[in-house]
C-alpha cells in the first residue's frame, strides 16, 4: 500500500527553524514529482515547493530563501527545511507525490495522486 507520512512539525517562536520529513511506504518515489502543500485555517490551500526527479526545485514567493526541499533518494524521505519562520507560515503542512511534474510548477499540489496525513507547523510571534 502506498502511503505518506510526515512529521517534525511542532510549535516555534518567529524566527526559529523546524525540519519536516515526509517518508514514502510502498514504492519507491525517488522519481516522482514531490511536493509541499500547507493549508491555515480560514485559508486556501497554499503550494510551497515541489521536488522535480532530477533534484530541481521550485518554490512559492512566500517561502522562497527560506525554505529549502531536499530528499534522500535511499530512505525515500523527502524533507522541508524551514528557516526564519513567520507567524504566516502557522499552517498544517501537506507532502505529496505524483508521477511527473509536467511543467505546471507548484499548481495544484493539493491534487497529486498521492498526500500525506498532514503535520501542523505553529509560529508564535
Known amino acids: 500500500q502506498v502511503q505518506l507520512v510526515e512529521s517534525g512539525g511542532g510549535s516555534v517562536q518567529a524566527g526559529g527553524s523546524l525540519r519536516l520529513s515526509c517518508v514514502g511506504y510502498g514504492y519507491d518515489f525517488s522519481w516522482y514529482c514531490m511536493g509541499w502543500f500547507r493549508q491555515a485555517p480560514g485559508k486556501e490551500r497554499e503550494g510551497v515547493g515541489i521536488i522535480e526527479p532530477d533534484g530541481r526545485t521550485s518554490y512559492s514567493d512566500s517561502v522562497r530563501g527560506r525554505f529549502t526541499i531536499s530528499k534522500d533518494y535511499v530512505k525515500n524521505i523527502l524533507y522541508l527545511a524551514m528557516n526564519s519562520l513567520k507567524p504566516e507560515d502557522t499552517a498544517m503542512y501537506y507532502c505529496?507525490?505524483?508521477?511527473?511534474?509536467?511543467?505546471?510548477?507548484?499548481?495544484?499540489?493539493?491534487?497529486?495522486?498521492?498526500r500525506g496525513q498532514g503535520t501542523q507547523v505553529t509560529v508564535s510571534s
Open positions: 505529496a507525490a505524483r508521477g511527473g511534474c509536467y511543467g505546471l510548477g507548484l499548481q495544484g499540489i493539493w491534487q497529486y495522486e498521492y
